[in-house]
């Protein structure tokens, strides 16, 4: 089944730096790993693949569903090119019913 993804771009005029700073600290809400942090992409996994196996994707907060996100953030001007791009990293399964709880 097709991944469930979202993607936005925009312009901060923060420098890179301190653009991962931010993005780091947006993640400390949540339980996560990072996958990869480079000096022009941040790669975050976020929920749980356990958890919404065992309780289901409909029982679990949206917070704990499985989600792969990538930051990739280019100097740009007197600020920072940044673009967020998030699917979610539930793998092999089904996903009725989920895209909505993702898109939240």
Do not use: C
């Amino acid at each position: 089944m097709a991944a469930i993804s979202s993607s936005e771009q925009f312009t901060s005029p923060d420098p890179p730096a301190t653009v991962r700073s931010k993005a780091l600290d947006w993640f400390k809400s949540y339980t996560y790993k990072i996958e990869a942090d480079e000096p022009s992409r941040l790669v975050v996994y976020t929920g749980s693949q356990a958890k919404m196996r065992l309780l289901g994707g409909a029982f679990i907060a949206a917070s704990s569903l499985p989600t792969r996100t990538t930051v990739d953030f280019a100097p740009s001007g007197a600020g920072t090119a940044v673009t967020v791009s998030a699917q979610d990293s539930v793998g092999l399964g089904v996903k009725t019913g989920m895209k909505g709880r993702y898109e939240r």
